[in-house]
């Protein structure tokens, strides 16, 4: 499965900012998924939405799709220390297939 | 969600040798995964788990090298044969309950390679 890209790779903010991840996707898919991985353990399912959804809420966090652009982003607002962690997305065709990922971005928040 | 238990969580293995991984889930799902994260990298799909057959496998991967066995709807079992220090990564395996929503992970399988 070929990876997708994330941009930034790295971003470090102040706590109380918001943060926002970019997401894109090679191949047409059923739904996109967000992860939060701390130091290497496993991954921490944050958010799915949908290949016809445009937008979805769960928190302080908010993701958006654009199937058009092949892209998806996840805002995190008024980060807290604890949001110290990488962050995946993740597409899906559907069915039977597993996920393909993208390379993350590493999210530092400074205290 | 789906409690996923994973074993062992870490091993320090001698080239050469082989290492089977576990994967236990709390109830019955349609599909089982298994990835793996190389240092500072992101997941690769190794394979889906089917039960009662044989595992499907990406390239790049084949089953002489990582063969998996599934012989029920809640358990799975990943072996990493004939390692080398490039085999060091974490294991992790992955549960889907149902068509079309959320994967659930394990806590993963680091395995350093000496």
């Known amino acids: 499965s070929q990876q997708g890209e994330e941009d930034p790779q790295a971003l470090s903010i102040q706590e109380g900012e918001n943060a926002t991840m970019n997401c894109s996707y090679k191949?047409?898919?059923?739904?996109l998924q967000w992860y939060r991985q701390n130091s290497g353990r496993g991954l921490v399912h944050l958010i799915l939405?949908?290949?016809?959804?445009r937008e979805k809420h769960s928190g302080r966090l908010r993701v958006t799709l654009d199937t058009s652009k092949k892209s998806s982003s996840l805002l995190i607002t008024a980060s807290r220390a604890a949001d110290t962690a990488s962050y995946f997305c993740?597409?899906?065709?559907?069915?039977?297939?597993?996920?393909?990922f993208g390379k993350g971005t590493h999210l530092i928040i400074q205290p | 969600s789906a409690v996923i238990s994973q074993k062992p969580s870490r091993d320090i293995c001698q080239r050469g040798t082989s290492l089977t991984i576990q994967c236990q889930v709390d109830?019955?799902?349609?599909?089982m995964f298994w990835y793996r994260q190389q240092p500072g990298q992101s997941l690769t799909l190794i394979a889906t788990?089917?039960?009662?057959?044989?595992?499907?496998?990406e390239s790049g991967f084949v089953i002489d090298k990582f063969p998996i066995s599934r012989p029920n709807l809640t358990f799975s079992t990943l072996t990493v044969s004939n390692m080398s220090p490039e085999d060091s990564s974490i294991y992790l395996c992955?549960?889907?309950?149902?068509?079309?929503?959320?994967?659930?992970f394990g806590q993963g399988t680091r395995l350093t390679v000496v």
């Open positions: 993740a597409s899906s065709g559907g069915g039977a297939d597993g996920l393909t």
């Open positions: 191949t047409s898919i059923n739904n």
């Open positions: 939405i949908r290949s016809n959804e």
């Open positions: 109830s019955q799902v349609t599909m």
């Open positions: 788990a089917n039960q009662g057959s044989e595992a499907t496998y």
């Open positions: 992955s549960v889907i309950r149902n068509m079309n929503t959320e994967a659930f």
